[in-house]
């Protein structure tokens, strides 16, 4: 059996039956609704999934015609979904349990973000997959920016925010409340001052999730579509960008691994970038 659950706990699953499919999806919706550099998904039959509790808690956004992805109204992390005809796909940064398999490729490799790099060999198909004719659709675009602007928005183009600073510093960071609240393998968060960011439309879309035993951590989300979104922490003075949120290129990405002592086992770290078991000691 695999187990599943939303960062909160409220949306619990089981799968009681074999899962395969697993690849890491770089399409620019993903990115999006996870606010996350990618999103890893698995899938089973619906004969082998079991919905265990928070069906009342399950919203669901229509990202593309016909295609709706299901998000934990309370926490924000992306929980499984239908895809075709008696299957169901699973974001693998939200099992509870080692999935047994491994991720075997990379599709919509052409649409990942520029601040990204893809380091590992697995292969990797500008689509679905080689032999799929499945097109992106892309989410809402955002405004353009002005020199010195970058720009972000939601899923549902609901919220729409800009930052004026460049970030003090970007992590990958791999703890286990990032992979639940991204519902990915890890997230990108970039830091800028509290000052280095501004709502142009939306704030009253966005919902916060503080984790009861947590300091302060407390992911922000989009209620209409779930997506990830800036956290400002008015205790440290700072926001936090998901730079999966953003629209347009900052022009630099991580500078190493956070956390990598609490990776998912499901996901190999590859590339040169510095990988610290939990925080990076202070400068």
Not at 77 to 106: K, Q, T
Not at 160 to 165: K, L, V
Not at 191 to 215: C, H, M, N, Q, T
Not at 234 to 253: C, H, K, M, V, Y
Request: glycine fraction near 12%; aromatic fraction near 8%; include cysteine.
């Amino acid at each position: 059996m695999i187990r599943g659950s939303c960062l909160c706990g409220s949306v619990g699953w089981e799968i009681h039956g074999p899962v395969g499919n697993m690849s890491h999806c770089h399409c620019s919706i993903c990115r999006k609704a996870h606010g996350a550099p990618f999103a890893t998904y698995l899938s089973t039959d619906m004969d082998s999934y079991r919905l265990v509790t928070g069906e009342g808690t399950i919203r669901r956004y229509e990202s593309s015609p016909g295609f709706s992805r299901s998000f934990c109204a309370t926490c924000g992390s992306v929980v499984p979904m239908r895809v075709g005809e008696g299957r169901i796909a699973i974001p693998a940064g939200c099992l509870d349990d080692d999935p047994g398999i491994r991720p075997s490729m990379h599709i919509f490799a052409a649409s990942k973000a520029p601040w990204h790099p893809i380091t590992d060999n697995l292969p990797r198909h500008n689509a679905y997959s080689a032999e799929s004719t499945l097109s992106e659709v892309a989410p809402p675009a955002g405004g353009s920016a002005a020199p010195g602007i970058l720009h972000g928005s939601c899923l549902c183009g609901g919220v729409a925010f800009e930052i004026n600073e460049p970030f003090k510093v970007v992590h990958n960071c791999h703890c286990g409340r990032c992979r639940k609240a991204r519902a990915a393998a890890h997230t990108t968060n970039g830091f800028i001052s509290i000052d280095g960011i501004r709502f142009l439309k939306g704030e009253d879309l966005l919902l916060s999730y503080k984790v009861p035993e947590a300091k302060t951590y407390t992911p922000t989300f989009c209620r209409v579509c779930g997506a990830g979104m800036p956290r400002l922490r008015q205790e440290t003075g700072n926001a936090i960008i998901p730079l999966g949120s953003l629209d347009g290129d900052p022009g630099r990405g991580a500078e190493d691994h956070i956390f990598a002592g609490s990776k998912a086992p499901w996901y190999d770290i590859t590339g040169n970038l510095p990988q610290f078991d939990e925080m990076p000691p202070a400068v």
